[in-house]
T-cell receptor
């Protein structure tokens, strides 16, 4: 399996622009997670899906952020409008289950820079 | 608010020594604990997990858990320069709807000096 796939790997945009990050989870994994990592705040969970349904979006920082999972093999995280403080590395992860002992597999991440 | 605390480091150890990484957590209901390794510019990768009090060994790595003290640690024996990375402690807690969430610490940066 190719693992979790994310695109783009790097994104540089200007404040106010719309940004769309994409993720393809590992085939057969029922859970998909979006994380954001910064030096100040570490790795934070933004939202996660179970069987394409959003379960918990309490980590989404504000209404500028939205996430969708139209099918089992694709998810998007959208920021509109983007702001410089959104600059971070965004990781997508997937897991087979979400049990207590289940491993999450991370994608390579998207490094977002908002100027 | 569930919190996971780690010393940010950097922790420097000579090659061949034992590196000791520590983590404390706030949620007493936490059931399992994970150690991820993250090389600079890369994504986190799982090293091992533990869910019972005591020690769990896997090669050069030993995870230790003390739920009464809400403390988990990772020992790396015979440290190698290739172990130089940031180590993230993650705590799995029930979040409702039959599923669990990982809460990550900010990580400890380890540097193994040749």
């Amino acid at each position: 399996d190719a693992g979790v796939i994310q695109s783009p790997r790097h994104e540089v945009t200007e404040m106010g622009q719309e940004v769309t990050l994409r993720c393809k989870p590992i085939s057969g994994h029922d859970y998909l997670f979006w994380y954001r990592q910064t030096m100040m705040r570490g790795l934070e969970l933004l939202i996660y899906f179970n069987n394409n349904v959003p379960i918990d979006d309490s980590g989404m920082p504000e209404d500028r952020f939205s996430a969708k999972m139209p099918n089992a093999s694709f998810s998007t995280l959208k920021i509109q409008p983007s702001e410089p403080r959104d600059s971070a590395v965004y990781f997508c992860a997937s897991s087979l289950l979400a049990g207590s002992y289940n491993e999450q597999f991370f994608g390579p991440g998207t490094r977002l820079t908002v100027l | 608010q569930k919190e996971v605390e780690q010393n940010s480091g950097p922790l420097s150890v000579p090659e061949g020594a034992i590196a000791s990484l520590n983590c404390t957590y706030s949620d007493r209901g936490s059931q399992s604990f994970f150690w991820y390794r993250q090389y600079s510019g890369k994504s986190p990768e799982l090293i091992m997990f533990i869910y019972s009090n005591g020690d769990k060994e896997d090669g050069r790595f030993t995870a230790q858990l003390n739920k009464a003290s809400q403390y988990v640690s990772l020992l790396i024996r015979d440290s190698q320069p290739s172990d130089s990375a940031t180590y993230l402690c993650a705590v799995n807690s029930y979040s409702g709807a039959g599923s669990y969430q990982l809460t990550f610490g900010k990580g400890t940066k380890l540097s193994v000096i040749p």
